[in-house]
């Protein structure tokens, strides 16, 4: 069993895919632009955090690394944008453990690295009064910089001590806000090997929160 986190909670901040949502119909159309660009080129390492530290779309990340598109290789990529988007369900774990830490009083977050068309899905499936949000392309730097942590605890008024980060990530999701100064706790769905600091589901959480 997992262990109660070792200073008073006043917030919970969660990654968002893997952690409260998943996508069920996997198309990967900003990996298929990525694709699109020759294999030497300089662009292909910056692409990824690119498009999740900025806002912008698939026609405004091709316009921005120059690559070339037909009209009909963009509208495929729009189709396979809209049936992945449309397969977003939450786990069926989170609407309660929401509700349960609210009821305890604690302020909820989420705090994800995602290109701007994915934030709509988590707001429309979850429709939770978040007490703030911290989207990677809308902070303009991505987990594990400590900037995007820094911006949940300051909308959340809390210190990074009194945040628990939630989320399938070792890197992103724990290593990181614990290195910012935050409490952590790693997330990993049907695991039967846990640590201490570990959870294999959110059911789980609301016990673990004083």
Not at 174 to 181: D, K
Not at 185 to 203: H, V, Y
Not at 204 to 210: C, D, F, H
Request: hydrophobic share 40%.
């Amino acid at each position: 069993m997992a262990r109660r986190p070792a200073h008073q909670i006043r917030a919970v901040v969660f990654d968002a895919y893997g952690t409260l949502v998943e996508i069920t119909d996997r198309r990967r159309p900003f990996k298929q632009l990525l694709e699109q660009l020759p294999r030497e080129s300089t662009f292909r390492q910056a692409f990824a955090q690119t498009v999740m530290s900025e806002p912008m779309d698939l026609e405004a990340a091709a316009i921005r690394f120059g690559i070339p598109l037909s009209p009909k290789t963009l509208d495929q990529l729009h189709h396979d944008l809209d049936c992945e988007l449309a397969s977003i369900r939450p786990f069926s774990d989170v609407i309660d453990c929401l509700h349960a830490l609210k009821q305890r009083g604690v302020k909820l977050a989420v705090c994800s690295n995602l290109a701007k068309p994915y934030a709509i899905p988590v707001q429309r499936l979850i429709p939770m009064a978040w007490d703030a949000i911290s989207w990677s392309f809308e902070v303009g730097a991505i987990k594990p910089h400590e900037d995007i942590y820094a911006s949940a605890c300051q909308q959340l008024g809390v210190s990074p001590c009194e945040a628990l980060m939630v989320g399938d990530s070792e890197d992103e999701d724990y290593v990181g806000p614990l290195r910012f100064g935050m409490q952590a706790m790693r997330l990993r769905r049907g695991s039967l090997s846990l640590t201490l600091d570990t959870i294999n589901s959110l059911s789980e959480l609301p016990n673990l929160v004083r």
